[in-house]
């Protein structure tokens, strides 16, 4: 795969992004070791379409800026997928401070 197309608000690619360079690269593939505690997967196909995950899902995490009927999509998803035990969380500033948390997703349909 030589690079790939980014979209925005669901509408045209606005851009291709080269995956040759190494800067983009560094980018995809590095964790700073702030985030090291994670045990993410990071995993590329060298074409589109869908694909088996190499494992299974256990959490979901929000930011917090996500929009609810894209939250009520993705866990829509889950249902439909018969994925169980996929914990949600959503990220938050908690009053009177300027760092990021992780809290348990609180949704209704």
């Not at 980014?6 to 995809?28: C, H, M, N, T, V």
Request: proline content about 2%.
């Amino acid at each position: 795969m030589n690079g790939l197309s980014f979209y925005a608000s669901g509408i045209r690619p606005k851009g291709r992004i080269e995956l040759k360079d190494s800067q983009i690269q560094r980018l995809l593939f590095t964790k700073t070791k702030a985030w090291e505690y994670e045990k993410e997967w990071r995993y590329v196909e060298s074409s589109n379409g869908s694909f088996d995950l190499p494992g299974s899902i256990q959490e979901i995490v929000f930011g917090m800026k996500c929009k609810k009927s894209d939250i009520e999509a993705i866990i829509t998803l889950c249902e439909k997928s018969n994925l169980k035990n996929v914990g949600f969380r959503q990220a938050f500033i908690a009053a009177g401070s300027d760092k990021l948390q992780l809290g348990k997703l609180k949704y209704n349909k």
